[in-house]
């Protein structure tokens, strides 16, 4: 009987499983943005069910954010962000052979194809430890990435899968060997990741990983959670929280009891993306725009903004006059600033 | 039988007459596909005037079907509503051309009045701002597209709600102004449409006018309630509330009767703010009672608390446990109740949605805790709308219709406060006609789980239910569509009738949703 009432979690479905509900819709920055139903998943979905081609969805394929929000609302449990990620590299591989890439494809083809022919980074740091993978945006900001590492105790690894997460936000293929290398790499560690989407890759890739995001990683740290309050908004990074939403729901819910602080949520729990991050944003052929950080902002006074993600800095930065700044910086309790004086300047 | 042609665009006698192919599963079809006579000059209409039209499968796919997902059809083209002018330059060429334009908000239409056999499919959605929220004056100006839940993520950003609006996130304003709305607060509050102050409507013609109660007080009339038949709701000013969460009582009763008498007591007394039945079968029956505030919480615990017979929830599981010991037959049933119970109840009590007992954004639990386990590709849900002193018959009845076709299913209840000075907005509607001060109504939903029934199937259920409230003399939220075969028989020859030719009046070529009611 124990059996029949405690019935496994299913596996994620594919778009034929889509009835049409529309709670993906509602969530969707793309349909914030363009009220156009088309770009949204359950467009895609529903083309596809229709017999829609690649070609003839690549605008909607395209301008995903993949900031997940979809995936935990699916009542029917579709893996949407996957499916989109499966579309994008379709579609690049369909294009015909000499038709011309942008280069930053190429480039990143080029370094993904390198990296597979290369000795895997093994040795940098013991088995075991608990790492870092910090991602571009943070390598770029040495001062932060100090901090970081400081509150968190943790080595940088050197092989961050920049390059994976690159991949598969343009739908670049991902050699096997570079993949499997970079997967077993990391093999025995405790991750924490800054990149979202790598991330969520990882707990399919690795599922017994022990792993976190940033933020969680970084707000679990009484240094930190001890500088949020009341009058803050808290902006959280959309990628990793979706890709893990039943545990990251609670445990921001938890944060926000604790601390007053203000959260990046709508009315359904779900993260609202600050920062677009479609395609043509991420080739440098549009800019982005600030949209969704004004939407985040509507209605609310707080005294200052305290981001996860780096890019969402700048996003605010743009929109607001008050204070924006990191989740690492609000970290700064006077043992560690003597420790670590040269990250806190 | 000889059945005698039809012209289009017209209610045809009724084919499911009770004393038709007696003894034959009565079916009820959509309609035939427009044939497409003019598509390419009303294209070329459309594009002279600058109104963009989308075609082909990845623009038609997402409007394949309705959240029924049992008619299936694919417009000629599409169109994203952006703006009033935009419609009324659509409408009319659409006239022009004879070409018929089927308009959808949320798509959560279950009969297919929301699908296009041919011709225009025009998607509402694309108009979802909102416009105005006068918090002084607790009223919004919405465009008529946006789904009740972009609405309310939007009016909580200033502390505000809206009154009552279906426990469904994505229906949209306009598609439920047009046919009524019931909420768990309807019995304090009535039906969404009658929260409605104007509207800005684009006729079947194109003319783009403002109405009220005041001005062009008609056609508001029409309008409201008026299943799209007289024009497309492109704005709406609402009354809206300050937010509040809620603090929910639930009760357990194993008799359908003793329930609804119950909630008929509660809403006879104002008793509480918030009230509906909803049950496993009619094994579990739940009866949700809930309030805005502490002062009239605590005045339902003083007055009216003592006076329900349901149990609590342990004392209902000891009560089931004493049932079923002494039904041991009845083993599976047990099961089932136990499997949903485990499912369904922690998704009441999210930890994330509930602050100091209290239950934060009630509509997006229901609704995710509906889609996800209520919900599926098919979704079957005949209803009645009865007078309060006939409901209980009403229920019973359709009960017992829903044990002989389903495993099993789910019964929704809910009463509906009806406005003295709105009468004439209820005519033709789901509002019965000889209901006074309360309208109540049930939804009768099979879970479907995976299995799979033929559409006759399907369509001999709801024929059972329509035919007990042909008999009662009830009305039904959903008889558009698939069900219109039941309007005639519903409301009379003279009404359908006078309708008729006030909609030939308004649309000179049938196009503004043909094939709903008309």
């Not at chain 2, 005698?4 to 034959?24: K, N, R, S």
Request: overall charge neutral.
């Amino acid at each position: 009987m124990s059996a029949f009432l405690a019935r496994a979690p299913a596996a994620p479905r594919d778009y034929a499983a889509c009835s049409g509900c529309s709670l993906c819709v509602l969530v969707c920055p793309m349909w914030r943005g363009s009220h156009d139903p088309r770009l949204t998943p359950e467009g895609l979905a529903k083309g596809l069910q229709s017999g829609a081609t690649i070609a003839q969805l690549a605008g909607a394929i395209e301008a995903c954010f993949l900031c997940g929000a979809c995936d935990p609302v699916c009542p029917e449990r579709i893996d949407l962000s996957g499916m989109i990620m499966d579309l994008r590299l379709r579609s690049a591989n369909s294009r015909p052979p000499n038709s011309p890439q942008p280069s930053v494809m190429v480039e990143l083809s080029a370094r993904l194809q390198m990296a597979a022919g290369a000795a895997p980074a093994a040795g940098v740091v013991s088995n075991s430890v608990p790492v870092l993978l910090p991602g571009p945006d943070l390598r770029a900001d040495a001062a932060l990435l100090a901090r970081v590492q400081a509150l968190l105790g943790l080595a940088v690894f050197d092989d961050d899968g920049a390059d994976i997460a690159l991949a598969l936000e343009l739908g670049v293929e991902i050699p096997q060997q570079r993949l499997h290398g970079f997967l077993d790499s990391l093999r025995g560690h405790t991750i924490v990741a800054a990149d979202g989407l790598l991330l969520r890759q990882l707990r399919r890739w690795l599922p017994g990983l022990q792993r976190m995001g940033l933020g969680p990683a970084l707000s679990t740290r009484a240094a930190v959670r001890s500088n949020l309050v009341p009058s803050d908004l808290y902006v959280i990074e959309p990628r990793a929280f979706h890709g893990d939403y039943e545990r990251m729901v609670g445990y921001y819910d938890r944060l926000q009891r604790e601390t007053g602080c203000s959260l990046s949520l709508d009315l359904q729990r779900i993260a609202i993306p600050a920062t677009s991050s479609g395609l043509p944003q991420k080739l440098g052929l549009a800019a982005g725009d600030d949209v969704q950080a004004k939407w985040i902002l509507k209605g609310h006074k707080p005294a200052r903004i305290v981001v996860e993600s780096l890019a969402d800095r700048a996003a605010f930065a743009r929109v607001c006059h008050v204070p924006v700044v990191h989740l690492a910086e609000l970290g700064e309790d006077p043992q560690m600033m003597q420790k670590f004086r040269h990250a806190f300047g | 039988m000889k059945i005698p042609p039809v012209e289009p665009g017209t209610v045809g006698p009724c084919p499911v007459a009770p004393d038709a192919l007696q003894g034959i599963k009565r079916q009820q079809t959509n309609p035939a596909r427009w044939n497409g006579s003019g598509w390419q000059d009303f294209v070329a209409a459309l594009h002279t005037s600058g109104v963009e039209l989308a075609a082909g499968a990845a623009a038609c796919g997402v409007y394949v079907t309705d959240a029924g997902g049992t008619a299936y059809g694919m417009p000629h083209g599409v169109v994203i509503a952006r703006s009033a002018g935009q419609i009324s330059l659509l409408l009319k060429a659409a006239q022009v051309h004879r070409v018929p334009v089927t308009v959808r908000g949320g798509g959560l239409t279950t009969e297919g009045e929301s699908v296009a056999f041919g011709g225009v499919l025009l998607d509402m959605t694309g108009m979802s701002r909102v416009l105005h929220i006068d918090a002084a004056a607790l009223t919004v100006r919405t465009e008529g597209g946006i789904y009740w839940h972009s609405l309310a993520e939007e009016l909580r950003r200033e502390n505000l709600d809206y009154l009552s609006a279906p426990l469904n996130l994505t229906s949209s304003v306009g598609g439920t102004l047009g046919v009524g709305g019931i909420d768990v607060n309807s019995a304090r509050l009535g039906c969404s449409a009658d929260q409605a102050l104007s509207l800005q409507v684009v006729t079947p013609t194109g003319e783009i006018v403002e109405c009220s109660d005041s001005e062009n007080p008609e056609l508001f009339r029409r309008v409201i309630l008026g299943y799209g038949q007289f024009g497309i709701i492109t704005e709406a000013t609402l009354r809206v509330r300050p937010y509040t969460p809620l603090r929910m009582h639930y009760y357990y009763y194993s008799s359908l009767r003793t329930a609804i008498e119950d909630l008929q007591m509660l809403d006879r007394n104002d008793a509480s703010d918030y009230s509906g039945i909803l049950t496993i079968m009619d094994c579990a029956v739940n009866l949700l009672v809930a309030f805005d505030s502490d002062e009239r919480e605590a005045a339902f615990n003083a007055d009216w608390k003592s006076r329900l017979r349901g149990y609590g929830e342990f004392g209902f599981a000891l009560h089931m446990a004493g049932h079923y010991a002494l039904r041991p037959w009845k083993f599976r049933e047990a099961l089932y109740l136990l499997q949903r119970k485990r499912e369904v109840f922690p998704e009441f009590r999210r930890a994330e949605y509930m602050r100091d007992g209290k239950m934060h954004d009630r509509t997006v639990v229901y609704s995710r805790a509906v889609w996800k386990h209520w919900g599926s590709r098919q979704m079957v849900i005949p209803d009645l709308a009865t007078s309060a002193d006939k409901f209980i018959e009403a229920v019973e009845r359709g009960n017992a219709v829903c044990r002989k076709y389903f495993a099993h299913y789910t019964l929704y209840c809910v009463g509906i406060k009806l406005r003295l000075d709105h009468g004439p907005h209820y005519e033709m509607s789901c509002v019965p006609p000889d209901a006074e001060g309360w309208a109540y109504g049930c939804e009768f939903e099979p879970m479907i789980e995976g299995g799979v029934y033929s559409r006759d199937h399907f369509q001999a259920f709801k024929n059972a239910i329509y035919d007990i409230g042909v008999d009662l003399g009830a009305s039904y939220y959903r008889f558009g569509g698939m069900m219109k075969g039941y309007i005639r028989r519903v409301f009379g020859d003279a009404l359908v009738d006078r309708h008729l030719a006030m909609k030939r009046r308004a649309d000179p070529a049938m196009i503004l949703n043909r094939d709903v009611i008309f």
